[in-house]
Nanobody, 122 residues
Framework: QVQLVESGGGLVQPGGSLRLSCAAS????????MGWYRQAPGKQRELVAR???????MYADSVKGRFTISRDNAKNTVYLQMSSLKPEDTAVYYC????????????????WGQGTQVTVSS
């Protein structure tokens, strides 16, 4: 069974930074796509960033220029570096793995982590 475990969340002031990590028991090196999603209270879960096995990345418009996704296949870890955080970034952040598909939408992900809370507040 594959497990994805997120870490790095917490409370940060507006304008601050956090780095989220997603450690997998295995598969990150071979997963076709890894994604970071988030869900704010009362809202639908949304794709924040995605990285393919080839290293191609995509970002939601709301985080472009502020967030960076990366993967370390040797460590089976995916990262989300978040900078210039805003209160509207407050959400539970989830890591997800798509073994064979592009990861363009939520239904293409095979495994999900439990999530880590990010709160941006002064």
């Amino acid at each position: 069974q594959v497990q994805l475990v997120e870490s790095g969340g917490g409370l940060v002031q507006p304008g601050g930074s956090l780095r989220l990590s997603c450690a997998a028991s295995r598969i990150i090196g071979s997963a076709n796509a890894m994604g970071w999603y988030r869900q704010a209270p009362g809202k639908q879960r949304e794709l924040v960033a995605r990285i393919t096995i080839a290293g191609s990345t995509m970002y939601a418009d709301s985080v472009k220029g502020r967030f960076t996704i990366s993967r370390d296949n040797a460590k089976n870890t995916v990262y989300l570096q978040m900078s210039s955080l805003k209160p509207e970034d407050t959400a539970v952040y989830y890591c997800a793995a798509s073994l064979w598909r592009s990861g363009a939408w939520e239904g293409e992900y095979d495994y999900w982590g439990q999530g880590t809370q990010v709160t941006v507040s002064s």
